[in-house]
């Protein structure tokens, strides 16, 4: 069955720490990759994407993401985290972008 | 440039009643999708809807409905409400259909008493 995973339901890291919030998909082909933040009492903003090319792809507010093929992951990743990234992050896919499916979300905690 | 607008922001209805909402998309998008946020879960797809036509539909129940006005807005009906309808409603605008990136309202919270 077609799925997105996001294995970690909450993450808590100190400020000034790296951080990687895991992503895992199944389907039959490659799908387009999405991450998106939520800060409470709001929507969601695109951190980045991965449609095809290069697999490490930069995304706003300092973030990275790498696509792995032989996983079926992509992870999100920051080099260090500052207090304002504290907000659920969710990895989206879609085989056309008429049906976007969501993981479950990773809330984030920093710490100061 | 505004980003998409949805209203209401908050709505309060009574089991049995029915509701509209509302979406806005950015300026130049053609195409708007729905989306139902229940607490603690990732947003699940309603519809999409690009040219006044419906292009995609989730697996929700004939209760929910939508359509798209000439000027690329949108409404989303949801009838006979229950309590498990109670969510963040969620409007995406994006250029076209394909692999075109979607742009988030911040939603309609709607809360079935």
């Known amino acids: 069955a077609q799925s997105v995973t996001q294995p970690d339901i909450h993450i808590t890291v100190s400020e000034g720490a790296s951080l990687e919030l895991r992503c895992n998909y199944s389907?039959?082909?490659?799908?387009?990759l999405f991450w998106y933040v939520q800060s409470p009492g709001q929507g969601l903003q695109l951190l980045l994407k991965?449609?095809?090319?290069?697999?490490l792809v930069q995304g706003i507010k300092g973030f990275e993401a790498e696509f792995k093929r032989s996983q079926s992951s992509f992870n999100l990743r920051k080099p260090s985290v500052h207090w304002s990234d504290a907000a659920e992050y969710f990895c989206?896919?879609?085989?056309?972008?008429?049906?976007?499916?969501f993981g479950a979300g990773t809330r984030l905690t920093v710490k100061p | 440039d505004a980003g998409v607008t949805q209203s209401p922001t908050h709505l309060i209805k009574t089991r049995g009643q029915q509701v509209t909402l509302r979406c806005s998309p950015i300026?130049?998008?053609?195409?708007v999708s729905w989306y139902q946020q229940v607490l603690g879960q990732g947003p699940q797809f309603i519809f999409q809807?690009?040219?006044?036509?419906?292009?995609g539909r989730g697996n929700f129940p004939d209760r929910f409905s939508a359509r798209q006005f000439p000027n690329y807005s949108s409404e989303l009906n949801v009838n006979a409400l229950l309590l498990g309808d109670s969510a963040l409603y969620l409007c995406?605008?994006?250029?076209?259909?394909?692999?075109?990136?979607?742009?988030f309202g911040p939603g309609t919270r709607l809360l079935v008493l």
């Open positions: 809807y690009y040219e006044k036509e419906e292009r």
């Open positions: 389907y039959g082909a490659t799908p387009y």
């Open positions: 991965y449609f095809s090319g290069d697999t």
């Open positions: 300026s130049g998008h053609k195409s």
């Open positions: 989206a896919v879609g085989l056309t972008n008429n049906d976007m499916r």
């Open positions: 995406a605008s994006s250029l076209s259909l394909g692999t075109e990136t979607q742009y």
